[in-house]
């Protein structure tokens, strides 16, 4: 186990922090992903709209999105907004509203997706019972879509909890961070810390992504 590096974890509390680091980054990626679904839902369905400049908005965002690295848009909030707005953002904070605008983008692109794959006749069969616009996405279109899209927001959840690891790069305590301070604070006495540390830390990722990976995956089976 030493040779390995192991040992480090069973000094003082190495263990118990490296579960804590794991828990901010679970409760990130939780509270963002549940504000992304739920503002997705919100996006997708302002895609949908015919208007040109709806098209250029949600068209705009989703470049930003997809081509602008995760770490470039946390700098950009936690220093940027700081220094410029004046605004003082903790740096969790500041994760958030970057995960969230991430996600929501994401799933906005899924919501589209899953109403434009929505048969035509389910619009005309609302239509002829009555039902206004407004109605027939509430009451008829949106349960659908969302049943397609559960797997693909559990999905979400892997990636933004995997995503956290940049996140002490603004100063957060997670996981990654608590590593770097045990190899650091061990450095002399177990050098091969590193791998114990960081293995450790993989297999703890891989704990938390690999059973929501499986239920993403039976979910998808089941409902297709």
Not at 62 to 76: D, H, K, N, T
Not at 134 to 147: C, D, G
Not at 156 to 162: E, N
């Amino acid at each position: 186990m030493e040779a390995l590096g192991i040992d480090v974890l069973f000094k003082g509390t190495n263990a118990l922090r490296l579960l804590q680091g794991l828990w901010i980054a679970v409760q990130i990626s939780g509270i963002s992903v549940a504000l992304s679904i739920v503002l997705g839902v919100l996006l997708g369905i302002f895609m949908m709209w015919k208007n040109p400049v709806a098209r250029v908005i949600s068209r705009l965002y989703l470049e930003i999105v997809r081509i602008m690295p995760q770490l470039a848009l946390l700098y950009i909030v936690f220093f940027g907004a700081t220094r410029v707005l004046g605004i003082n953002l903790s740096a969790e904070f500041s994760a958030i509203i970057v995960f969230t605008f991430w996600g929501t983008g994401e799933m906005g692109d899924l919501v589209r997706g899953a109403l434009v794959s929505t048969p035509r006749h389910q619009y005309e069969s609302a239509a002829a019972l009555g039902l206004t616009r407004a109605q027939t996405y509430v009451h008829v279109i949106i349960p659908q879509a969302v049943r397609r899209l559960v797997p693909a927001a559990i999905n979400l959840i892997t990636r933004m909890v995997k995503t956290t690891s940049l996140l002490l790069m603004i100063g957060i305590i997670e996981m990654m961070k608590v590593g770097q301070q045990i190899i650091e604070a061990n450095r002399m006495t177990s050098p091969n810390a590193v791998f114990g540390i960081y293995g450790t830390i993989m297999l703890l990722y891989f704990a938390v992504c690999w059973p929501i990976s499986l239920l993403a995956n039976r979910l998808s089976k089941k409902w297709n």
